[in-house]
């Protein structure tokens, strides 16, 4: 982990839970669009995936909707 403290490494860990979550889910998601086992989806090529297409979701800061007309 590059978390240096306790605390940092409980959060970093539990971010990298949430992500695996987040992906499984959407591969669940993609499995019964497609009428397919879900256990036949391959983890990485879902994870490559989501990397490639999340440019694509640019999200706005808090502070950066303000400014927006």
Given at each position: ?69
């Amino acid at each position: 982990m590059r978390s240096k403290t306790a605390d940092l490494v409980r959060q970093e860990f539990y971010g990298l839970l949430m992500a695996h979550f987040a992906v499984r889910a959407l591969m669940h998601e993609a499995a019964l669009k497609a009428n397919v086992d879900p256990d036949r989806l391959s983890f990485l090529h879902a994870v490559r995936v989501v990397r490639r297409k999340l440019p694509a979701f640019n999200a706005i800061s808090p502070s950066a909707e303000k400014s927006l007309p």
